[in-house]
Nanobody, 125 residues
């Protein structure tokens, strides 16, 4: 059974850190990513990585967020440092079963097969 279960969200002050984790079951995935959606805004790609380690980051998080994966444990992580109030959103883990998405498509939500339920991140000023 396919399951993506996120954890690690919470409330922090500006400048703080959080580490999100996504436990994936069911398959070994070729591409995994983190998306976020703030109230009243569209969902956007935050960071994504494929099975060979090629990654992509949104410009707004470069230098602050780091995506990593443990293939043996089928776990995806997102280390978030220097958090800002504008990072406040629901964060979703997503996975593609067969395709290693190229850089251009790593933030195309329609390319992802499976999604988690999300974990809330709230950053206060």
């Amino acid at each position: 059974q396919v399951q993506l279960v996120e954890s690690g969200g919470g409330s922090v002050q500006s400048g703080g850190s959080l580490r999100l984790s996504c436990a994936a079951s069911g398959y070994t995935y070729s591409t995994m990513g983190w998306f976020r959606q703030a109230p009243g805004k569209e969902r956007e790609g935050v960071a994504a990585i494929d099975s060979t380690g090629n990654s992509r980051y949104a410009d707004s998080v470069k230098g602050r967020f780091t995506i990593s994966q443990d293939n043996a444990k089928n776990t995806l992580s997102l280390q978030m440092n220097s958090l800002k109030p504008e990072d406040t959103a629901m964060y979703y883990c997503a996975a593609v079963r067969f395709s290693r998405l190229t850089y251009s498509f790593k933030f195309t939500a329609q390319m992802y097969d499976y999604w988690g339920q999300g974990t809330q991140v709230t950053v206060s000023p």
